[in-house]
Each structure stands twice: as structure tokens, then as C-alpha cells.
């Protein structure tokens, strides 16, 4: 199994340090309690106005027909990796209130919030997600009959970690590579921004 732990600047809690988005999972399933423990920790995240605007579709990579619709709409740069995911997930994010059908605009905020919930809770499992932008809209909306105020924001690989070299190459080499992160004073200023 690999690990990739965060080399932090300052001391930072273990199950964010050892959160990362790895390629290569084993064939361990993820069993469905434990699946229902990582959408619970999803929906205690806060959101404005408590709207909760996240919703999940998944399937287990059992679920061969299932797990295969919804690998068919990722792109062709996270598809030769995400099908060893144990579970992928469709996350679909409500784009307006549902007290009065105004605009939502903290709806990809909330979401995605949502999200880190879900994958900090599997950290702490030893599950770990890889979130991918990489998918087709149009595909995802029309295979999946969504109706135009749900929107994909994004998709997850889930699964436990495997190793670097059940993956073909340029995965395997990006599954080895070191993360980074910017220092903090580029990115966080005392009182004002500064240039
Ligand atoms: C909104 C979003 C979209 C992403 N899209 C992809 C993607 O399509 N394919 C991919 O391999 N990784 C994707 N990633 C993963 C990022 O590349 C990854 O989180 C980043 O490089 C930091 O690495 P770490 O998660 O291991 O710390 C995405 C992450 C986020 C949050």
C-alpha cells in the first residue's frame, strides 16, 4: 500500500495530513455499512441555510451495469484508472432552495464541503476518494435523466489503496510523485492583501 502523507509547515490533525487521492485501489469492496457511514459524515457538513443541497449516486463495482453507466461518463483520462475503484459516486449538488426556489449560490460550496467531509471520515476507515472534474456533463445529465436544477459537480473513486504498479503509465508515475502545496504566505495575508 502506499502512502503519501502531507509534509506540513505546521502541525496539522493526522486524518488530514494522510488524506490523498490515490489511482490504484485493491479489489476490496467497500461494504455498504461502511458506504453509509461516509454519506452520514457527508450530511453533517454545515450548509447555508441548512439546505443541504448535495445528493449521491453510486454504484458498487459489483454492480457491473451500474458501476459500468457511470464510469461511461468519465473522461478518458480518469477512466483507465477509475474502473478499480470499489465504488464510484456521481455528487449532484441542488442549485436552488427548496423553501422557495431561489438561487442558491453557495450550492458548489456546500457541496463540496459535503465532499471533504466524506472523504476525511473514509481516512479515518482507511478508505480513501479521489475527486475527479474530469467527466461528461452532458452524457452524465442525460444518462442519469437529471433534471436541470441538479447538477454534477463532481465524481469520486472509492476504495482502499492499492499499489503504484498495478497501474499503467502516466498513472503509475503520478501515483509515485510527491504533493505540494503552495506556502502559506501566498495565500494568506494579515489584515489586508498584500502583492
Ligand atoms: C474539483 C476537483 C476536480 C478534480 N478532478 C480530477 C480529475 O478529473 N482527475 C484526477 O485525476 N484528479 C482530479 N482531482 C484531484 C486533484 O488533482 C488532487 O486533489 C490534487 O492534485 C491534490 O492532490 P491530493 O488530493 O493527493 O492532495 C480533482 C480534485 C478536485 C477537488
Known amino acids: 500500500m502506499s502512502h503519501k502523507p502531507a509534509q506540513t509547515h505546521f502541525p496539522v490533525a493526522d486524518f488530514i495530513k494522510h ?7 485493491t479489489s ?29 449516486i453510486y454504484a458498487h463495482r459489483e454492480q457491473t451495469e ?15 484508472w477509475a474502473k478499480n475503484a470499489a465504488v ?16 442558491n449560490r453557495h450550492y458548489l460550496h456546500d457541496v463540496g ?7 476525511l471520515q473514509a481516512g479515518t476507515m482507511g478508505i480513501h476518494g479521489h475527486v475527479m472534474g474530469g467527466f461528461d456533463l452532458a452524457k452524465t445529465q442525460q444518462e442519469f435523466g437529471l433534471p436541470t436544477d441538479l447538477e454534477p459537480a463532481t465524481f469520486l473513486a472509492l476504495g482502499y ?28 495575508f494579515e489584515n489586508q492583501l498584500s502583492a
Open 88 to 103: 464510484l459516486v456521481i455528487v449532484l449538488a441542488r442549485k436552488s432552495f427548496s423553501s422557495n426556489g431561489a438561487d
Open 66 to 80: 451500474a458501476f459500468q453507466k457511470v464510469w461511461n461518463c468519465l473522461l478518458p483520462g480518469n477512466q483507465p
Open 161 to 188: 489503496v492499492g499499489t503504484a504498479e498495478q497501474l499503467e503509465e502516466p498513472f503509475r508515475s503520478r501515483e509515485l510523485a510527491g504533493r505540494s502545496r503552495k506556502p502559506l504566505d501566498e495565500f494568506v
Open 19 to 25: 488524506r490523498w487521492s490515490p489511482r490504484a485501489f
Open 28 to 56: 476490496q469492496p467497500i461494504e455498504d455499512d461502511a458506504l453509509r457511514t461516509l454519506f452520514e459524515a457527508a450530511a453533517w457538513a454545515p450548509s447555508a441555510m441548512n439546505e443541504q443541497p448535495w445528493q449521491f
Open 113 to 119: 464541503m459535503a465532499t471533504a467531509n466524506l472523504l
